[in-house]
């Protein structure tokens, strides 16, 4: 005997007895290539701000910079005020201490996506890695640093 689901739902409903139902397995519609970790030290940095507010309801913003290597921080900026400029200059600092990454993993901030941070990276030969859109996850190591 042949029956669709209904006529099996049904008989189920009648006798009181309880269906078992499958859930739908979501798949991704393109696969997400993951990067390989860095391989040594000043291969690939990560950037990233937190923010806090004040007693006098004024805010702070804090640029937390971190070696993927390592897990060191090579720099953490701290000002009312952060635009693109005042990344750069802190990233200048670096590189006139010795220290220069091969890439730099940043989120889609305006900070990260002016024209000040790429023109900077152009000339110093680093590489700016964005993450996808709404997916701070592809940036997990400088987002579990800022707690």
Do not use: C
Not at 30 to 56: I, R, Y
Not at 57 to 68: A, G, W
Request: no cysteine.
């Amino acid at each position: 005997m042949v029956q669709n689901h209904k006529r099996t739902e049904k008989v189920y409903k009648e006798k009181n007895l309880s269906l078992r139902t499958r859930k739908r397995v979501k798949r991704p519609s393109h696969t997400h290539t993951v990067q390989a970790g860095p391989a040594g030290p000043n291969e690939q940095w990560a950037m990233d701000f937190v923010s806090d507010a004040l007693m006098g309801r004024r805010r702070i913003r804090i640029l937390t910079i971190v070696d993927l290597w390592d897990r060191s921080s090579p720099a953490l900026e701290v000002n009312m005020s952060l635009p693109g400029f005042r990344v750069v200059r802190v990233l200048e600092k670096l590189r006139l201490q010795g220290r220069l990454p091969q890439r730099i993993k940043v989120d889609n901030g305006p900070e990260f996506s002016g024209t000040a941070l790429d023109a900077w990276a152009f000339e110093h030969s680093v590489q700016i890695v964005f993450t996808r859109p709404g997916k701070p996850t592809d940036n997990g190591h400088i987002e579990s640093f800022n707690g």
